[in-house]
Structures are given as C-alpha cells and as structure tokens.
C-alpha cells in the first residue's frame, strides 16, 4: 500500500480468536503455563495473549504483547510460548507476533491476575 494511502476505517488490529476450535482450550491452557520471569502471573491472565487464531489445518497464529516496550525477555517470550504450544497433538505450526497496538494496559489482566498481584 502507497504511503499516502490512509488504512482502512473498520479494519480490526487484531483479528479474533479461534474460540470454537477444538484444539483452543488446550492452547489457553498452555499459554498459561508460560510466565514473564518479573512477574508471578502467567502471560494469558496477564491480558499479554491478544489473540488465538487457529487455522482449520491446526496452524496456531499468536498475536500477544509485553508489559513493555523494554521487556528484557522481549527477544524469548515469543520462542517461550511457541514451545509451550507446540507440543499439543493436533497442533501443525505456531507462529508468534509481538504487537504494540493496542498498546498493553493492566485493565487487560484476568480478575486472578489482578488477585494474585494484590490488586484487588
């Protein structure tokens, strides 16, 4: 696309997840399992997984975020939750993206998360 070209109004930054897969509560459950070694609450609950779409060829497409820009784990997380997904019968190929947009607030953590940090 031209650079002068504005983006199209309506279009969705991320793209929803697969939550009638078959395979998708088995994929939560290992998102779960990963943790962001600074923090005592895994990267689902922490609101860090944006999206779960899961191909009908069981090809899983993350789209997550960090806490912040300067993550020290930024450049591993990603190879964290793939290897955490991985292993799941069924599953073909991950592929994991880091995005910044929506830019990642503590509004987006699980009530557990928001428990367990004492924030509630």
Request: proline share 14%; net charge negative.
């Given at each position: 696309?031209?650079e002068d070209?504005?983006?199209?109004e309506?279009?969705?930054?991320?793209?929803?997840?697969?939550?009638?897969?078959?395979?998708?509560?088995?994929?939560?459950?290992?998102?779960?399992?990963?943790?962001?070694?600074?923090?005592?609450?895994?990267i689902y609950?922490?609101g860090?997984?944006?999206?779960?779409?899961i191909?009908?060829?069981?090809?899983?497409?993350?789209?997550?975020?960090?806490?912040?820009?300067?993550?020290?784990?930024?450049?591993?997380?990603?190879?964290?939750?793939?290897?955490?997904?991985?292993?799941?019968?069924?599953?073909?190929?991950?592929?994991?993206?880091?995005?910044?947009?929506?830019p990642?607030g503590?509004?987006?953590?699980?009530?557990?998360?928001?428990?367990?940090?004492?924030?509630?």
């Open positions: 696309m031209p070209t504005p983006p199209l309506g279009t969705p930054l991320i793209q929803p997840s697969s939550t009638d897969h078959p395979l998708y509560e088995q994929i939560v459950e290992a998102c779960r399992t990963v943790y962001d070694p600074e923090i005592p609450v895994n609950d922490l860090l997984v944006y999206t779960l779409a191909s009908p060829e069981n090809e899983v497409n993350v789209i997550m975020s960090l806490t912040a820009p300067g993550c020290p784990v930024a450049g591993e997380m990603p190879g964290w939750l793939a290897d955490a997904i991985e292993p799941i019968p069924g599953v073909k190929q991950v592929d994991v993206e880091i995005t910044w947009e929506p990642w503590m509004e987006m953590m699980s009530d557990e998360a928001r428990l367990e940090l004492g924030f509630m």
